[in-house]
C-alpha cells in the first residue's frame, strides 16, 4: 500500500491519495468508499432497492475483511470491539423483539384481534412483524457499515484517506445544496439528506483542520516547501467548512444550526481538554455542560409543544406527527410501521408527511426504545471522549465521531434526516473510524 508523503507539494499530496485508494489492497475499503462517495445520489433512488443495494455491498465488504483479516489486526480489533459490542446489539434486539410473540408486551390491536375471530392469535409489540423485521435488518447494515469502517480503518493513513472522502463527498453535498437554493426545485428529501451531509461536513472539515495542525506540529524542523504544503491544505479544509457553513446558514433553520453548533463545540471542547491534559471525567464535563446548559436555555425560550419530540419541530411537523405521539405506548407500534398507522390518523399521502426523527422513534419504538438509544449514544460518546483525550497524534478521529453523534443526535429532535440511508451511511462511516483509531495499535 502505497502512503501518503509527509513532506511533498499538495499537489503530489492529492496524487498519492488517489494513487493509495487505487493500489490499497483492501477491497473492503474500497467498497466502503465506494458507499460514502454515492450516498447522497442514493435518494434519488427508491428506497427498498437503496437499502438492498447497500446491503449487498456491505455485505461483499464484510466477507472480504473475513477473508482477507491478519491476524495482528484481528487481534486489535477483537480487543477495540468488546466495550463497543453491546452497544452495537442493543438497538438490533430491541427491534427484533418487537418482531417476535410477547404476550405481555403486546399491542391492543392483537387483544382486537382475538376477540373478533374468536380464535387464538399470536400477540407482537408490532402492528407488522413484517416492516420490523426490515427495519431489523437495516440496523443490522448499519451495524455491519460500522464494523468494515473500524476495521478498515485500523492502520492511520487508511484512516486519514477515509477522512478526507467524507470531507469531499459533504462539501458537494453543501455546493448542490448551496447553489440549489438559487432558484433550483430540489426534492424534499434530497434536500434533508444534502442539509444533514453539510452539518455532518463542517464537523469532518474542522476534524481536516485539526489534522494538518497536528501535522504542522510535527514539521516544524521539515523544510519549508513541507509547512507551505500544511497550510496550503489547511487552506483548503478551512474553506470547505466555510462552504458548508454557508449552505446551512443559506437553507437551514435555526434548530438545524443549534444542533451543528452543539456538535463544533464537543469537537473543541474537546481539542481544549486533551490541551490542558485533564482526565477523562473532567473532559466529559468540559464537553456535555456546556450542551446541556444551551439545551436548557433553549429549551426553556422555545415555544410549542411540551413533548421534548415535536418541540423543536416546525408547526407543521408537530401537527401531523402530534396525535401519533400522543397515543403511543411505552413500546412502541413495531419499528417501521408508521406508514401502516398514517391511513388510521387521516394521512393518505404518506409522501406529504414530515415529521421529526425523534418523533417517529416514539411512535415506532415507544419512549423505552428512544431511551435505550439516548444511552447508547451517550455510551458511545464517552467512549470515543475517552479515545480523544487517550490518543496523542489521531484523536481528532473519535473527537469527530463523538461530535458527529452528538449532531446527529440533536438533529433527530429538528429533522427525519435521521433516517435517511445516506446519512446512516456517513455516520456509521465516522463512527467506525473514531472507533478504530480510539485505542492505539499494540499488536
Same mark, same amino acid.
Given at each position: 500500500?502505497?502512503?501518503?508523503?509527509?513532506?511533498?507539494?499538495?499537489?503530489?499530496?492529492?496524487?498519492?491519495?488517489?494513487?493509495? !485508494?487505487?493500489?490499497?489492497?483492501?477491497?473492503?475499503? !474500497?467498497? !466502503?468508499?465506494?458507499?460514502?462517495?454515492?450516498?447522497? %445520489?442514493?435518494?434519488?433512488?427508491?428506497?427498498?432497492?437503496?437499502?438492498?443495494?447497500?446491503?449487498?455491498?456491505?455485505?461483499?465488504?464484510?466477507?472480504?475483511?473475513?477473508?482477507?483479516?491478519?491476524?495482528?489486526?484481528?487481534?486489535?480489533?477483537?480487543?477495540?470491539?468488546?466495550?463497543?459490542?453491546?452497544?452495537?446489539?442493543?438497538?438490533?434486539?430491541?427491534?427484533?423483539?418487537?418482531?417476535?410473540?410477547?404476550? +405481555?408486551?403486546? *399491542?391492543?390491536?392483537?387483544?382486537?384481534?382475538?376477540?373478533?375471530? *374468536?380464535?387464538?392469535? %399470536?400477540?407482537?409489540?408490532?402492528?407488522?412483524?413484517?416492516?420490523?423485521?426490515?427495519?431489523?435488518?437495516?440496523? @443490522?447494515?448499519?451495524?455491519?457499515?460500522?464494523?468494515?469502517?473500524?476495521?478498515?480503518?485500523?492502520?492511520?493513513?487508511?484512516?486519514?484517506?477515509?477522512?478526507?472522502?467524507?470531507?469531499?463527498? &459533504?462539501?458537494?453535498?453543501?455546493?448542490?445544496?448551496?447553489?440549489?437554493?438559487?432558484?433550483?426545485?430540489?426534492?424534499?428529501?434530497?434536500?434533508?439528506?444534502?442539509?444533514?451531509?453539510?452539518?455532518?461536513?463542517?464537523?469532518?472539515?474542522?476534524?481536516?483542520?485539526?489534522?494538518?495542525?497536528?501535522?504542522?506540529?510535527?514539521?516544524?524542523?521539515?523544510?519549508?516547501? *513541507?509547512?507551505?504544503?500544511? %497550510? @496550503?491544505?489547511?487552506?483548503?479544509?478551512?474553506?470547505?467548512?466555510?462552504?458548508?457553513?454557508?449552505?446551512?446558514?443559506?437553507?437551514?433553520?435555526?434548530?438545524?444550526?443549534?444542533?451543528?453548533?452543539?456538535?463544533?463545540?464537543?469537537?473543541?471542547?474537546?481539542?481544549?481538554?486533551?490541551?490542558?491534559?485533564?482526565?477523562?471525567?473532567?473532559?466529559?464535563?468540559?464537553?456535555?455542560?456546556?450542551?446541556?446548559?444551551? @439545551?436548557?436555555?433553549?429549551?426553556?425560550?422555545?415555544?410549542?409543544?411540551?413533548?421534548?419530540?415535536?418541540?423543536?419541530?416546525?408547526?407543521?411537523?408537530?401537527?401531523?406527527?402530534?396525535?401519533?405521539?400522543?397515543?403511543?405506548?411505552?413500546?412502541?407500534?413495531?419499528?417501521?410501521?408508521?406508514?401502516?398507522?398514517?391511513?388510521?390518523?387521516?394521512?393518505?399521502?404518506?409522501?406529504?408527511?414530515?415529521?421529526?426523527?425523534?418523533?417517529?422513534?416514539?411512535?415506532?419504538?415507544?419512549?423505552?426504545?428512544?431511551?435505550?438509544?439516548?444511552?447508547?449514544?451517550?455510551?458511545?460518546?464517552?467512549?470515543?471522549?475517552?479515545?480523544?483525550?487517550?490518543? *496523542?497524534? +489521531?484523536?481528532?478521529?473519535?473527537?469527530?465521531?463523538?461530535?458527529?453523534?452528538?449532531?446527529?443526535? %440533536?438533529?433527530?429532535?429538528?429533522? &427525519?434526516?435521521?433516517?435517511?440511508?445516506?446519512?446512516?451511511?456517513?455516520?456509521?462511516?465516522?463512527?467506525?473510524?473514531?472507533?478504530?483509531?480510539?485505542?492505539?495499535?499494540?499488536?
Amino acid at each position: 500500500m502505497k502512503e501518503l508523503p509527509s513532506g511533498d507539494s499538495w499537489r503530489e499530496q492529492i496524487l498519492a491519495l488517489g494513487e493509495g !485508494l487505487r493500489s490499497d489492497g483492501s477491497p473492503a475499503f !474500497l467498497l !466502503l468508499v465506494l458507499l460514502v462517495c454515492v450516498s447522497p %445520489l442514493l435518494t434519488l433512488i427508491g428506497e427498498l432497492a437503496v437499502d438492498a443495494s447497500v446491503a449487498f455491498v456491505a455485505g461483499v465488504a464484510f466477507l472480504l475483511i473475513g477473508m482477507g483479516a491478519r491476524a495482528g489486526e484481528a487481534k486489535h480489533f477483537l480487543r477495540l470491539i468488546r466495550p463497543w459490542a453491546p452497544l452495537l446489539a442493543a438497538p438490533s434486539i430491541y427491534v427484533l423483539l418487537q418482531a417476535v410473540p410477547l404476550p +405481555y408486551a403486546e *399491542n391492543p390491536i392483537w387483544r382486537a384481534t382475538r376477540d373478533a375471530l *374468536n380464535e387464538p392469535v %399470536l400477540g407482537f409489540v408490532s402492528v407488522d412483524p413484517g416492516s420490523t423485521l426490515r427495519a431489523f435488518g437495516v440496523s @443490522l447494515l448499519i451495524v455491519t457499515l460500522t464494523l468494515v469502517a473500524a476495521v478498515t480503518s485500523i492502520e492511520p493513513r487508511r484512516a486519514q484517506r477515509l477522512l478526507f472522502v467524507l470531507i469531499g463527498t &459533504s462539501v458537494i453535498a453543501a455546493l448542490v445544496l448551496f447553489f440549489g437554493s438559487f432558484g433550483l426545485r430540489l426534492d424534499r428529501s434530497l434536500t434533508a439528506v444534502l442539509l444533514a451531509s453539510s452539518a455532518l461536513g463542517f464537523i469532518f472539515c474542522a476534524a481536516g483542520c485539526l489534522y494538518v495542525v497536528e501535522r504542522m506540529g510535527i514539521e516544524r524542523t521539515e523544510p519549508k516547501k *513541507n509547512r507551505f504544503a500544511s %497550510l @496550503l491544505m489547511l487552506v483548503i479544509f478551512s474553506a470547505a467548512a466555510a462552504i458548508c457553513a454557508l449552505a446551512l446558514l443559506r437553507v437551514a433553520s435555526s434548530q438545524a444550526i443549534f444542533a451543528t453548533a452543539c456538535g463544533f463545540v464537543v469537537l473543541g471542547a474537546l481539542v481544549v481538554a486533551r490541551r490542558l491534559g485533564v482526565g477523562f471525567s473532567v473532559a466529559s464535563g468540559i464537553v456535555f455542560v456546556p450542551i446541556l446548559l444551551a @439545551l436548557f436555555i433553549a429549551a426553556a425560550q422555545t415555544r410549542g409543544s411540551g413533548d421534548a419530540t415535536i418541540r423543536f419541530a416546525s408547526t407543521v411537523q408537530a401537527a401531523a406527527i402530534g396525535p401519533l405521539v400522543a397515543d403511543a405506548s411505552i413500546f412502541g407500534s413495531g419499528a417501521g410501521t408508521l406508514g401502516k398507522l398514517l391511513p388510521i390518523y387521516g394521512i393518505h399521502k404518506p409522501s406529504d408527511f414530515t415529521a421529526t426523527a425523534a418523533s417517529i422513534l416514539t411512535v415506532e419504538i415507544g419512549r423505552a426504545g428512544l431511551g435505550l438509544l439516548a444511552l447508547v449514544a451517550i455510551c458511545a460518546t464517552l467512549l470515543l471522549i475517552r479515545g480523544a483525550i487517550v490518543r *496523542n497524534r +489521531y484523536s481528532y478521529f473519535p473527537a469527530a465521531a463523538a461530535s458527529s453523534i452528538i449532531l446527529v443526535g %440533536l438533529g433527530a429532535f429538528v429533522d &427525519s434526516s435521521l433516517f435517511k440511508t445516506p446519512i446512516l451511511i456517513l455516520l456509521a462511516a465516522v463512527v467506525g473510524l473514531g472507533l478504530a483509531q480510539s485505542v492505539s495499535r499494540t499488536l
